[in-house]
Each structure stands twice: as structure tokens, then as C-alpha cells.
């Protein structure tokens, strides 16, 4: 099982441009997923399949990938968006997280 | 309405067994895997394993390989996370999640509530 990095933290200020990124070397073969956590609820996925939206997620999420690195975009961070984000990915025998990136917005 | 439904949190005693139990409503449970994941108080996530209900084909993390056993009883739409002797660094919320398609390469994006495991003398 291979590892996904992430930064422990990013801040921002409301309404810019918050950029998480998740490195690994299998990400050129392997689609990224990225998930929010918010304290003490489950996760919810925001990205799935490198770059897509699933319904009810705000367009301010986006995703991309290239190379061996993944980053999650949300445009106009709002302050109902910190929370703890995690990138995912799988490989032959399973799936992997990285360590999350808290956000904070202030 | 697609749910999974966890059994209820736990305090038990090192050395002790447990079972914890994860039920799936509104979908076919034996035609997607469901999978589990644990989360240490104040740290990430970790995928643990997974099964396929409809064959018990079953994938453990090489971290969680021996530690635990998961198991399904399609009968009653319900999957298992198991230990046979718990130890204090068991202590975490533990969830099941279910992948989007039909494959385990697949993102979970139906999560049970978690059901939180207390480990403690």
C-alpha cells in the first residue's frame, strides 16, 4: 500500500482561494478522491474521480491532478468550510488516505 | 433512502471480544462492497478492509491484517467488524462506509454514523 502526503494545515481568509494539494507516486495511474470532515461528523466526499462534483456540493469545489499531485481548489472559501479534508485513493489491495490538511478560514 | 446504520458505542475492557455491526437499507447489500474505517481521537483516517457481501470476498489493510476480522450476513444486510482481544490503543470511532459504484476502487460515499470504541482498564 502506497502513501498519500498532505500539508497538516492551510488558512485562509474568507472569499480567497483555499489549495490543498496531495502528493503519491501512483496518482498518475490512480484517480484522486477528497473528502471533508467536519468535527465530529462523518466524512463527506467533495471530489471524486479526480475532478468531479458529486450533487449537492457547492461549484466552488473543484479538483485536479497531474503528475503524482492532486489538489483540491475551493474558490471563495467560506467559513462553513473549515473542517479537516482528507485526499484518498486505492490501489490493487485497497484503499489509502492521506494524513489531512485542516483548513482554517478566518 | 440509502443508509448504513452503525450499532451503538462501546466501553470494554482490555483483553475483552467485540462485535460491532453495520446494517445497510435502500440498495442491493450484496451487490456492493462495504467497507470500514478507523479514526484515532484527534487523528486521521485509516482504511482498515473491506468485503463483498454477496461472496464474502474480503481485502484487510496489511495494518489491520490479523488484528481484526470483518465479516457480512447477507441475511440480514449487515456487516462485522470483530477483535478477539482488545487492546487500549483499539480506542476510536470506527466507521463502515459503502463505495459509489460497484467496485472496491471505488470512493465510499454512504457513511454509517461511526460507533465509537472505548478501550479501558
Known amino acids: 500500500s502506497y502513501e498519500l502526503t498532505q500539508p497538516p494545515s492551510v488558512s485562509v481568509s474568507p472569499g480567497q482561494t483555499a489549495r490543498i494539494t496531495c502528493s503519491g507516486d501512483?496518482?498518475?495511474?490512480?484517480?484522486a478522491y477528497w473528502y471533508q470532515q467536519k468535527s465530529g461528523q462523518a466524512p463527506v466526499l467533495v471530489i471524486y474521480e479526480d475532478s468531479k462534483r458529486p450533487s449537492g456540493i457547492p461549484e466552488r469545489f473543484s479538483g485536479s491532478s497531474s503528475g503524482t499531485m492532486a489538489t483540491l481548489t475551493i474558490s471563495g472559501a467560506q467559513v462553513e468550510d473549515e473542517a479537516d479534508y482528507y485526499c484518498y485513493s486505492t490501489d490493487s489491495s485497497g484503499g489509502v488516505f492521506g494524513g489531512g490538511t485542516k483548513l482554517t478560514v478566518l | 433512502e440509502v443508509q448504513l446504520v452503525q450499532s451503538g458505542a462501546e466501553v470494554k475492557k482490555p483483553g475483552e471480544s467485540l462485535k460491532i455491526s453495520c446494517k445497510g437499507s435502500g440498495y442491493s447489500f450484496t451487490s456492493y462492497w462495504i467497507g470500514w474505517v478507523r479514526q484515532m481521537p484527534g487523528k486521521g483516517l485509516e482504511w482498515m478492509g473491506i468485503i463483498y457481501p454477496g461472496d464474502s470476498d474480503t481485502r484487510y489493510s496489511p495494518s489491520f491484517q490479523g488484528q481484526v476480522t470483518i465479516s457480512a450476513d447477507k441475511s440480514i444486510s449487515t456487516a462485522y467488524l470483530q477483535w478477539s482481544s482488545l487492546k487500549a490503543s483499539d480506542t476510536a470511532m470506527y466507521y463502515c462506509?459503502?463505495?459509489?459504484?460497484?467496485?472496491?476502487?471505488?470512493?465510499?460515499?454512504?457513511w454509517g454514523q461511526g460507533t465509537m470504541v472505548t478501550v479501558s482498564s
Open positions: 462506509a459503502r463505495p459509489y459504484g460497484p467496485t472496491f476502487h471505488d470512493a465510499f460515499d454512504i
Open positions: 501512483a496518482l498518475p495511474k490512480k484517480y
